[in-house]
């Protein structure tokens, strides 16, 4: 009998006595971590954004520039393509025109 | 007593913290209330951006041999656009101006103690030091790493082959608007539209963030029928006539008989396109007109293969309907002379054509009449525009049949007293080697949109001037011409050529002509005469050293004849 009271207290005392409960200034205190924590997350995430649009950009920029690269490169070849360049460059090497072409009848 | 100073005091304290909270209150309102757009507008400037983003200008192209206008972008691009650098200084923020002068002007060519001059003070702006250089260089002065220094870019349009075909490309102004030739008659085509983009930048002015954007459209690419081949060996050989004779100026064009497709249109003197400003500074913008299809002159004898054309295509006359002809002949007054001041005697119709015969022209004239040459004359085109897609081009002057006397009728049998175009004049010619037929020349062989999207121009058959057995009866009197008359020197052996010479006066002014001095030598023709694969015109225009058409033009022509037939890998002509 003794035991059983004895046993029933002590269960009873473990789960009301141990329980964890809130005043308003742990409430508030919460209340302010949580705040901070999403204001902190927030400013991250802003953040992280802000940084990948700067990447991005400079992708793009990096994009462009290698773009307008390739093109001026191209405009150099046909630069270098224009008959005057070639007539040049054929009188340099020596090369002779051609000035009569004969033709062999297939038949 | 001292309790009601104590509240008097708080009272008046209590007012004026009312008062100024009242008065922030208004302005707090009057900021974020009332003046709420004009200061989010003034927010927006300085973070969101809007820039133009300019089409680009599209490429004009010359056609490469055997390449088909599908595709388009293995032909020549003659007109295309570059990045240049413009370079400028802020003197207030060069930290060494001695240095940065000397380093600036070592690199872009410029005085060292100028530059330092202009940039050795407190300016906080200065025009650009040099503009339009390219990226080496650019890349040259970026790597100076000065401060106060910095380069703008924007886009140039460049000519490759410089003077290949200048009068026929044109060029764009500082505003990017074309002027001459292909430029300015296809301005719309090749602008395209600009577009917008919207974004946000941070305090340094960099993107941080890419918005709205209104895509633009570049501009259309146009294809040239212009051989770039043809074209560069035309205008070599015309150069080396031009010299050769001492010529004031002169022309050449080579077209496609069947279609009228315009493969060589040369001028001599011609420009360097890149120069363009340069050239409008030192006054000699006539550089930049096309003389091909601008330039007016008399004909001359050329014209009289296209009156006898008529003739026999009216059934007036027949190749070898004869007649005696003496040296001269008086028509109202006026004596009319042969060229060479001798008689033929018995000639045929032929044979006119062939000793060049003023007087047996004035005879044909007669018989035809002013309504017949004048229909004729209109039929194969002249006296109005060709409409080829080139700027000012002009229509010649045909005087109305209702005032011809004898003596115009007289003398435009040969080529006098009507003023035309080489183009007009290739023209007819085309006509008679194509069987007839008078084709639309035309010099845009296709365009191509950004997407891709090709649109080809369809030759196009003005009408049927004269019939094909006229044709084929006027080929074998020209092949006559060159074979035993004045076009020998056009003469390619082993080809038959059908062509005509013309030496023609030039009108004075003030009256009259010029002495026999001052001439226009042409010769028009084609090759082979049995089947023609190109037409060709060469004028030479006031030559010193030679006296004809035949011994100026002619030479070129046959110089030029050969190089085509080789170039076009012809066959010869079958020998009869």
């Known amino acids: 009998m003794l035991t059983n009271t004895f046993e029933h207290t002590a269960y009873k005392q473990r789960t009301v006595e141990r329980g964890i409960t809130l005043g308003p200034t742990a409430t508030k205190f919460i209340t302010v971590i949580l705040i901070a924590v999403a204001a902190l997350f927030y400013l991250v995430q802003q953040t992280q954004s802000a940084t990948k649009n700067y990447q991005l950009q400079e992708k793009k920029i990096e994009k462009e520039a290698l773009l307008k690269e390739s093109e001026r490169l191209k405009v150099e070849a046909i630069r270098l393509q224009s008959l005057d360049n070639t007539t040049k460059g054929a009188e340099n090497l020596g090369l002779e025109q051609t000035n009569s072409v004969n033709y062999f009848d297939a038949n | ?576």
């Not at chain 2, 051989?227 to 001492?246: C, P, S, T």
Request: charged share 25%; net charge negative; hydrophobic share 35%.
């Open chain 2, 1 to 576: 007593m001292n309790g009601d100073n104590s509240d008097s005091r708080i009272k008046i304290v209590f007012f004026f913290v009312i008062l100024i909270t009242c008065v922030l209150s208004f302005k707090l309102f009057q900021i974020s209330v009332l003046s709420h757009g004009r200061y989010v507008a003034m927010a927006e400037n300085q973070y969101i951006f809007t820039k133009e983003m300019p089409a680009e200008r599209g490429r004009i192209y010359l056609s490469e041999k055997d390449v088909s206008a599908s595709d388009f972008n293995k032909n020549y691009p003659v007109a295309l656009n570059i990045e240049i650098y413009d370079v400028n200084v802020t003197p207030r923020n060069i930290r060494k101006p001695k240095e940065a002068a000397a380093e600036l002007a070592k690199i872009l060519d410029l005085n060292e103690g100028e530059l330092f001059n202009s940039i050795n003070n407190d300016k906080p702006y200065l025009p650009a030091i040099k503009k339009g250089i390219e990226k080496e260089l650019a890349d040259k002065v970026t790597d100076l790493k000065l401060s106060g220094v910095f380069l703008t870019t924007s886009e140039s349009r460049i000519y490759p082959e410089a003077s290949l075909a200048s009068q026929i490309i044109g060029f764009v102004n500082s505003e990017n608007a074309g002027q001459y030739g292909i430029e300015k008659s296809f301005n719309d085509t090749l602008s395209g539209k600009s577009g917008t983009t919207t974004g946000e930048k941070d305090t340094k002015g960099r993107i941080i963030k890419q918005g709205d954007t209104v895509e633009g459209q570049n501009g259309n690419d146009v294809l040239l029928t212009l051989d770039r081949n043809i074209q560069f060996m035309a205008e070599k050989k015309l150069k080396e006539g031009v010299e050769k004779y001492e010529c004031e100026s002169g022309s050449i064009i080579v077209m496609d008989p069947k279609t009228g497709a315009i493969w060589a249109m040369a001028n001599s003197p011609d420009y360097n396109i890149n120069d363009f400003s340069k050239l409008a500074s030192e006054k000699k913008e006539y550089l930049f007109n096309n003389p091909s299809v601008t330039g007016l002159y008399e004909p001359g004898s050329t014209f009289k293969a296209l009156i006898m054309a008529a003739a026999i295509d009216k059934g007036i006359v027949e190749p070898d309907t004869q007649e005696t002809f003496g040296k001269s002949v008086m028509v109202m007054g006026y004596e009319i002379s042969t060229a060479e001041d001798k008689a033929f005697g018995l000639e045929t119709m032929t044979d006119v054509l062939v000793h060049s015969d003023n007087v047996g022209m004035v005879w044909l004239g007669d018989k035809m009449g002013n309504d017949v040459i004048y229909d004729y004359i209109k039929n194969f085109g002249f006296g109005e525009k060709t409409n080829i897609e080139l700027p000012l081009e002009q229509g010649g002057v045909i005087r109305d049949k209702a005032k011809w006397r004898d003596i115009n009728r007289a003398t435009t049998t040969f080529g006098q007293g009507v003023s035309i175009t080489p183009l007009q004049l290739i023209s007819a010619y085309q006509t008679i080697a194509n069987g007839g037929k008078l084709m639309q020349p035309y010099i845009v062989k296709a365009t191509k949109s950004p997407d891709g999207k090709i649109s080809e121009t369809i030759p196009k058959e003005v009408r049927q001037v004269i019939s094909t057995e006229t044709a084929t009866k006027l080929s074998a009197m020209m092949v006559e011409v060159v074979e035993r008359g004045t076009g020998k020197h056009a003469k390619v052996e082993g080809y038959k050529t059908a062509a005509k010479t013309g030496t023609a006066q030039v009108p004075n002014p003030e009256g009259g002509y010029f002495d026999d001095t001052v001439k226009i030598g042409t010769l028009a023709g084609y090759v082979p005469a049995e089947d023609p694969k190109f037409v060709m015109l060469v004028k030479l225009d006031k030559p010193k050293k030679a006296e004809w058409g035949e011994t100026s033009a002619g030479p070129v022509f046959g110089d030029m004849s050969k190089w085509l037939i080789n170039y076009l890998e012809m066959r010869p002509s079958a020998a009869n």
